[in-house]
Nanobody, 123 residues
Framework: QVQLVESGGGLVQAGGSLRLSCAASGRTFSGYTMGWFRQAPGKEREFVASISWNGGGTYYADAVKGRFTISRDNAKNSVYLQMNSLKSEDTAVYYC????????????????WGQGTQVTVSS
């Protein structure tokens, strides 16, 4: 089992920045591909970003490419999502997730999920 706890969400004005953190506990963190998904009210959960077990590969949704950066620190069992130039359409609950295996954009392929953290961008 892997337990994931997100933090860092909040209310920010359009154009601002937030940094989300996800702390993992349980099994060996470094063996997992980590990802961030988000879900806005009335919409399906969507892929945001993913990072390989050693940080050597990062992947982004087109909607956030160039504005968001995913990173990880295996020594701290943590993964981060730096979000810059935020837009109102980024408003959603953001979820940290983990899986054994390679990167995927499919939320059904991830094994573990955090409880989510709300990000609200005011225009």
């Amino acid at each position: 089992q892997v337990q994931l706890v997100e933090s860092g969400g909040g209310l920010v004005q359009a154009g601002g920045s937030l940094r989300l953190s996800c702390a993992a506990s349980g099994r060996t963190f470094s063996g997992y591909t980590m990802g961030w998904f988000r879900q806005a009210p009335g919409k399906e959960r969507e892929f945001v970003a993913s990072i390989s077990w050693n940080g050597g590969g990062t992947y982004y949704a087109d909607a956030v490419k160039g504005r968001f950066t995913i990173s990880r620190d295996n020594a701290k069992n943590s993964v981060y999502l730096q979000m810059n130039s935020l837009k109102s359409e980024d408003t959603a609950v953001y979820y940290c997730t983990a899986r054994r295996g390679y990167y995927t954009r499919s939320y059904s392929q991830y094994d573990y999920w955090g409880q989510g953290t709300q990000v609200t961008v005011s225009s």
